[in-house]
Structure formats: structure tokens, C-alpha cells
Nanobody
């Protein structure tokens, strides 16, 4: 069993930065794809970025060049550095881990473990 806990959310003004963290506990050695999703009120959950076990990263077009996903060497901590934040980035942010490689995970249903979320609010 794997437990995930996000932290680092908060309220910032447009143009500001935040760094989200996701701490994993339990047996994480069979986890491969790790990702960040977000969900704003009244909207569907949206994929933000993924990182594979070998460190390969992909980012959604809406955040590319502003956000960067990374993980520590143990794979137990996942990060999301968010720069140049916009009001449209306001959402609850969730981390998720999967037993599969990222290329095999096409929807959020492919992720086995989820955190409870951390709120990010960006004011104009």
C-alpha cells in the first residue's frame, strides 16, 4: 500500500511561484509513472505533468515552460515547480502514482494511488 500526501499549496498573486511536494510512504519500488493533476470547481480533473521512472517528463501544453515536474532520487518525493502562475492555474492539485510506465497510462484511471490534494489559488 502506498500513501501520498501533497503540500506546498497556497495563495499567490499572478506571476508568482509555488513549489508543490508529494511525499510517498509505503512500498513505492513498483511505482513507475508519477504525475500531477488538477481540478478546478465545476471542471473535470486535468492532467498537468508526468515523470517516468527513468526521469522522462511530459507537461501539458497549458503549463509547458512555466511548470516543471521532478522527483528525488528515491522516487518517494515528487515535486511540481510552478512559475509565472496565472489565475487559470487555480485548482486543487493532486499527485498520483502508477504501477505502469507513463506511455501506458492514458487516463487518470491508470493511476493506482492518489493524494488528498493541495489547494492553489492565484489572484489577479
Amino acid at each position: 500500500q502506498v500513501q501520498l500526501e501533497e503540500s506546498g499549496g497556497g495563495s499567490v498573486q499572478a506571476g508568482g511561484s509555488l513549489r508543490l511536494s508529494c511525499a510517498a510512504s509505503g512500498y513505492t519500488y513498483s511505482m513507475y509513472c508519477r504525475a500531477w493533476f488538477r481540478q478546478a470547481p465545476g471542471k473535470e480533473r486535468e492532467w498537468v505533468a508526468s515523470i517516468d521512472g527513468d526521469g522522462t517528463t511530459t507537461h501539458a501544453a497549458s503549463v509547458k515552460g512555466r511548470f516543471a515536474i521532478s522527483k528525488d532520487n528515491t522516487g518517494k518525493t515528487l515535486y511540481l515547480q510552478m512559475n509565472s502562475l496565472k489565475p487559470d492555474d487555480s485548482a486543487m492539485y493532486y499527485c498520483a502514482f502508477s504501477h505502469k510506465y507513463c506511455e501506458s497510462v492514458v487516463t487518470s484511471a491508470g493511476f493506482n494511488y492518489w493524494g488528498q490534494g493541495t489547494q492553489v489559488t492565484v489572484s489577479s
